[in-house]
């Protein structure tokens, strides 16, 4: 049974019941065509983790809400006038410390973040048929859900990378290094996007006509550790990699990756 967005997919796999989660998602939903939709639906009740309040539950049965998971965005966004005020009330939120540990730390049961690991600089290499994921050195949110003893759920999205095209920005040109100077500067990348237009689809802002499935993994339950030390830290990352890496090999092939594609990892 899938919950369809146009042109999301969630596919409804499994149910559990942590009392909070930490959501982080991969490729880091640069585009809110996957993250906006999948963050808005959550079932009444006590049960809070994404398998059952963004895409699946095997038995989901709970009605839909519009306010759901909260998707935590970078604090440069903050800077930017007025969004602080209207953010919240789409279901948005900062994703710098205080805010990620006031949504888990909160006593009612069902408090799930969705958290975008790969942040802004991820989105200069989104481009079709990149599988780059900037994780290996993001331990953020693995301290966080140590710290509140929230369940750690790994969400990849197969497809968000269709939705536009990038201009070409290898590493070590002037259009990268334009781009990477401009990040450090205002805390923002900005990808040199373009896709479709209203009434044709050659040109435009607007994305493509592409589907996205977001796959979400199982739990991965997390022990509550006010300091955590960092060897717990780098074993609970580890895992996570895992796991994240074990859900793409597992969905690839039925939506569309070749066998002989995988992940990487910087």
């Given at each position: 049974m899938p919950i369809r967005f146009?042109?999301?997919?969630?596919?409804?796999?499994?149910?559990?019941?942590?009392?909070r989660s930490c959501n982080g998602s991969s490729p880091s939903w640069r585009w809110p065509s996957a993250a906006w939709p999948s963050s808005c639906w959550r079932c009444w009740g006590s049960c809070g983790c994404p398998p059952c309040s963004t895409p699946p539950g095997s038995t989901w049965t709970g009605r839909p809400r519009p306010?759901?998971?909260?998707?935590?965005?970078?604090?440069?966004l903050g800077r930017l006038e007025a969004l602080p005020r209207l953010l919240p009330h789409h279901g948005l939120v900062s994703s710098d410390k205080a805010s990620v540990s006031y949504l888990l730390g909160r006593r009612e049961v069902g408090q799930v973040a969705v958290i975008a690991v790969g942040g802004p600089p991820e989105s200069l290499d989104a481009r079709p048929g990149a599988l780059t994921l900037q994780i290996l050195g993001r331990k953020g949110?693995?301290?966080?859900?140590?710290?509140?003893g929230a369940a750690l759920v790994p969400v990849f999205s197969f497809g968000e990378n269709e939705l536009f095209q990038q201009v070409p920005n290898p590493r070590g040109s002037l259009v990268r290094a334009a781009q990477e100077r401009l990040q450090k500067l205002v805390g923002l990348a900005l990808p040199l996007f373009h896709a479709r237009g209203v009434f044709?689809?050659?040109?435009?802002?607007?994305?493509?006509?592409?589907?996205?499935?977001?796959?979400?993994?199982?739990?991965?339950?997390?022990?509550?550790?006010?300091?955590?030390?960092?060897?717990?830290?780098?074993?609970?990352?580890?895992?996570?990699?895992e796991r994240l890496i074990a859900l793409f090999e597992e969905n690839k092939t039925k939506y569309g990756v070749p066998p002989e594609k995988h992940l990487n990892l910087i």
């Open positions: 146009a042109p999301l997919r969630l596919p409804l796999r499994r149910g559990c019941r942590p009392p306010r759901g998971a909260p998707l935590a965005l970078g604090p440069q949110f693995i301290k966080a859900a140590l710290q509140h044709q689809y050659s040109f435009g802002l607007l994305p493509f006509r592409s589907p996205i499935h977001t796959v979400v993994g199982a739990p991965i339950p997390v022990p509550r550790t006010p300091v955590p030390s960092r060897e717990a830290v780098d074993r609970l990352h580890a895992t996570y990699l």
